[in-house]
């Protein structure tokens, strides 16, 4: 079975700090993502990457950024992490080609205060 | 913009009724239509996926009904139980791309006993 693990289920932060959510996943999957949920926005892509070193933007990368040094490694980074930022982050992976499921971790809560 | 639309928003339903969520897309390359369903405090899991070579499929009591000349899919439960109490999010796959998964903005399904 797919795994897909994020560090924290729960983070507590304060305005104007540097955030890092990990995400592992052990299955050797090419793709990984990282999604916000917010109650009646569904999923909200902020980034992806298809490769190591390689990484995309979502639909709503502005204060954000991403690392992925190693194929099951995939972080993601928030510079200077602000109120609005307050969210439900989600990582999954995918394999290569055709109609792959996603697999997600159970999300990471972060509170910015 | 949102390249799938569902709805309702939230859902209530009594214990043996059957809810219904509505998704409708206008992307014609998409050919891959999974739903998910989340458990509070866990990540979205695959439930069930169609093709749009077929206009029903059923697993257990969940059945997804799709519609190609309206470009619209429904997910019904059967027989809907409290432990069916969950968000659920349609989504459409086109063939290529890393990223190549799009979510609808979930409905939120409450079941009564």
């Given at each position: 079975?797919?795994?897909?693990?994020?560090?924290?289920?729960?983070?507590?932060k304060?305005?104007?700090?540097?955030?890092?959510?990990?995400?592992?996943?052990?299955?050797?999957?090419?793709?990984?993502?990282?999604?916000?949920?917010?109650?009646?926005?569904?999923?909200?892509?902020?980034?992806?990457?298809?490769?190591?070193?390689?990484?995309?933007?979502?639909?709503?990368?502005?204060?954000?950024?991403?690392?992925?040094?190693?194929?099951?490694?995939?972080?993601?980074i928030?510079?200077?992490?602000?109120?609005?930022?307050?969210?439900?982050?989600?990582?999954?992976s995918?394999?290569?080609?055709?109609?792959?499921?996603?697999?997600?971790?159970?999300?990471?809560r972060?509170?910015?205060? | 913009?949102?390249?799938?639309?569902?709805?309702?928003?939230?859902?209530?339903?009594?214990?043996?009724?059957?809810?219904?969520?509505?998704?409708?897309?206008?992307n014609?390359?998409?050919?891959?239509?999974?739903?998910?369903?989340?458990?509070?405090?866990?990540?979205?899991?695959?439930?069930?996926?169609?093709?749009?070579?077929?206009?029903?499929?059923?697993?257990?009591?969940?059945?997804?009904?799709?519609?190609?000349s309206?470009?619209?899919?429904?997910?019904?439960?059967?027989?809907?139980?409290?432990?069916d109490?969950?968000?659920?999010?349609?989504?459409?796959?086109?063939?290529?791309?890393?990223?190549?998964?799009?979510?609808?903005?979930?409905?939120?399904?409450?079941?009564?006993?």
């Amino acid at each position: 079975d797919v795994k897909v693990t994020q560090s924290s289920r729960y983070l507590v932060k304060r305005t104007g700090e540097k955030v890092f959510l990990e995400c592992v996943q052990d299955m050797d999957h090419e793709n990984m993502f990282w999604y916000r949920q917010d109650p009646g926005l569904g999923l909200r892509l902020i980034y992806f990457s298809y490769d190591v070193k390689m990484k995309e933007k979502g639909d709503i990368p502005e204060g954000y950024s991403v690392s992925r040094e190693k194929k099951e490694r995939f972080s993601l980074i928030l510079e200077s992490a602000s109120t609005n930022q307050t969210s439900m982050y989600l990582c999954a992976s995918r394999g290569q080609g055709g109609n792959q499921p996603q697999h997600f971790g159970d999300g990471t809560r972060l509170s910015i205060l | 913009q949102q390249q799938v639309k569902q709805s309702p928003q939230s859902l209530i339903v009594q214990k043996g009724g059957i809810p219904i969520i509505n998704c409708a897309y206008e992307n014609t390359a998409f050919d891959y239509f999974p739903w998910y369903q989340q458990f509070p405090g866990k990540g979205p899991a695959l439930l069930i996926a169609i093709r749009p070579d077929v206009s029903e499929k059923k697993e257990g009591r969940f059945t997804i009904s799709f519609n190609k000349s309206a470009k619209q899919f429904s997910l019904h439960i059967m027989d809907s139980q409290p432990g069916d109490s969950a968000t659920y999010f349609c989504a459409a796959s086109r063939p290529t791309g890393a990223n190549n998964l799009f979510f609808g903005t979930g409905t939120r399904l409450t079941v009564i006993p």
